[in-house]
């Protein structure tokens, strides 16, 4: 399967706690970006890197949250004593860096924070 | 405040006929937009984009159309099918090409047989 994957898909924790997700694009792909969703809601875009930089982050992304993607293949999510606000779909999309702007989605990590 | 407005209200039609979503925004100016299907519990597939400069796309049985005067985006699923029930997505650049996408929060289509 070349498509992006996420692991875990799901990740039930208690409030406080950390957790670590893991996003692997497609491997061609210079251009990794995170959002979260929540029910009802479109995605929300919470940073993006371009190879193992970080380019942007969203004001909505506390200092809980911190995200890499050392040697600009994978890339991880960490959230620091999380919140029952935490709560949401993380999803992660590639796109390649030159021609089309069409963002590849993985399946999301689905996050239940008791 | 910059906003991106999908109907909420799903949109029930009769197999075969043709579905239209809407997708407006203020406070944005964006380079292209992007529609996108999602079925529940996955991630949101890319379905078409559409440039500033371009009025409209077309591919297979759908078709995109961009007003940036209007500061709107029509997107048509034509002959539709019960498959075609899903939600759709309508999201722009944030910051002309960068590719920091905003999205709507979609308009659920239910095809019914």
């Known amino acids: 399967d070349t498509g992006v994957s996420q692991d875990p898909r799901h990740k039930i924790t208690k409030r406080g706690q950390n957790v670590t997700f893991r996003c692997d694009p497609i491997s061609e792909h210079n251009r990794l970006y995170w959002y979260r969703q929540t029910l009802g809601q479109g995605p929300e875009f919470l940073t993006y890197f371009q190879n193992e930089a970080q380019l942007e982050k969203s004001r909505l992304l506390s200092d809980r949250f911190s995200a890499e993607r050392p040697k600009g293949s994978f890339s991880t999510l960490e959230i620091q004593r999380t919140e029952q606000g935490d709560s949401a779909m993380y999803l992660c999309?590639?796109?390649?860096?030159?021609?089309?702007?069409?963002?590849?989605f993985g399946p999301g990590t689905r996050l239940t924070v008791l | 405040s910059q906003k991106i407005e999908q109907n909420s209200e799903a949109l029930n039609i009769q197999e075969g006929k043709t579905a239209t979503l809407t997708c407006n925004y203020t406070?944005?100016?964006?380079?292209?937009l992007q529609w996108y299907r999602q079925d529940p519990g996955r991630g949101p597939v890319f379905l078409l984009l559409?440039?500033?400069?371009?009025k409209e796309k077309r591919k297979e049985r759908l078709k995109v159309t961009f007003d940036t005067t209007l500061k709107q985006s029509l997107f048509h699923i034509t002959a539709s099918q019960p498959a075609d029930s899903a939600t759709y997505l309508c999201?722009?650049?944030?910051?002309?090409?960068?590719?920091?996408?905003?999205f709507g929060k979609g308009n659920q289509v239910v095809v019914i047989p």
């Open positions: 999309a590639s796109s390649s860096g030159t021609g089309g702007y069409e963002q590849f």
């Open positions: 999201a722009l650049d944030m910051n002309r090409g960068n590719n920091r996408l905003a």
């Open positions: 406070n944005y100016s964006p380079a292209y």
């Open positions: 559409i440039r500033e400069n371009e």
